[in-house]
């Protein structure tokens, strides 16, 4: 049994906790929150035993295993460095650091400390991205990658009301590229590696903050291209073009429906069986490497790339967080 606490009482941790009902090795022990009394009755719908207000503290309990951290991601590294030198194991909500340079000192933390780091990028650990890079040899050789997710946010209609949340909020380490074109380019860079070049550009809001983007990466022998935004939706699917067909991925946060075009208009629709909730399946990789003794590296090159194109796409659009400054 690992004991979790979790550090943040939002939408995210709903789900989280959620997906963890569905696990064996999952029990809530511990919420944290700046106000007790919020704590206190958030732990309460999920059964926590054990309330903290105070970071240091949560860090020293010696019935907590393994923290989730879905704080603010300006928050994230110096929060994860904290409970990772106490000992605890750290599952961190996605973008999982401000910078590359963050993400490498939570690194070096993780290896001294010997405890698992891992980022909660629910899309690369389902089942429908296990379907995505089994049958990507069907297409050939792969020329271009097209992956989108534009999504609305309800924080936008609260900012055009004069009302700036977190989410739109460039202090934080916020806007449309880390809150969700990661969710694009953590998948790119797992199944291809990192791109020799990018061009990036993205629209901004009148406070500074990125609303959307575009990043065209440019690998050896193909193209990609990742669209997001946080204040219109797509219609449109992600594709893989090969030479020999084309893979369409219906959501690819999510992938719930896979299809592959071949060159002769035929057709093949590839089953996905998947939980409603697909945050179990990070909860699962994170326990199974927690009691196996297991290194999260090949999880956490990823992430290391991720980063790195994330933040060449941030010097190119002139985005630059209070964190950065810090380093």
Wanted: net charge negative; hydrophobic share 35%.
């Amino acid at each position: 049994m690992v004991r979790f606490a979790v550090i943040g009482t939002n939408f995210v941790t709903d789900g989280l906790l959620e997906a963890g009902n569905w696990c064996e090795d999952f029990k809530l022990q511990a919420v944290y929150s700046r106000n007790i009394e919020k704590a206190k009755e958030y732990g309460a719908k999920y059964g926590a035993e054990e309330y903290y207000d105070n970071l240091k503290e949560l860090a020293m309990s010696d019935t907590v295993d393994a923290v989730y951290v879905a704080s603010p991601n300006s928050l994230h590294a110096e929060q994860s460095i904290m409970m990772m030198k106490a000992g605890k194991h750290v599952l961190c909500e996605k973008t999982i650091a401000s910078n590359s340079e963050e993400l490498k000192e939570m690194l070096e933390t993780s290896k001294e400390n010997h405890v698992v780091l891992l980022e909660a990028m629910r899309s690369v650990f389902d089942p429908g991205f296990a379907a995505i890079k089994e049958h990507l040899h069907k297409i050939g050789t792969v020329r271009r990658a097209t992956f989108q997710y534009c999504q609305y946010s309800r924080r936008y209609d609260k900012y055009k009301e004069g009302i700036v949340e977190n989410a739109f909020n460039p202090a934080f380490s916020n806007g449309a590229l880390m809150d969700i074109g990661v969710y694009c380019v953590h998948p790119l860079v797992k199944l291809f590696g990192a791109p020799k070049e990018i061009d990036a550009s993205c629209l901004k809001l009148s406070n500074g903050v990125e609303a959307e983007g575009t990043i065209v990466c440019k690998y050896e022998d193909m193209l990609a291209e990742l669209i997001y935004s946080k204040i219109t939706n797509s219609a449109l699917p992600s594709q893989i073009q090969g030479e020999d067909g084309t893979m369409v991925i219906t959501e690819i946060p999510d992938t719930t429906e896979i299809s592959i075009v071949y060159k002769d208009k035929t057709t093949e629709t590839i089953p996905i069986e998947k939980k409603t909730n697909n945050m179990y399946y990070e909860i699962q990789e994170f326990i199974r490497l927690i009691n196996s003794g297991s290194s999260a590296e090949i999880h956490n090159e990823a992430s290391v790339m991720e980063l790195q194109v994330m933040d060449e796409a941030r010097r190119q659009n002139g985005i630059l967080f209070p964190a950065d400054e810090r380093r």
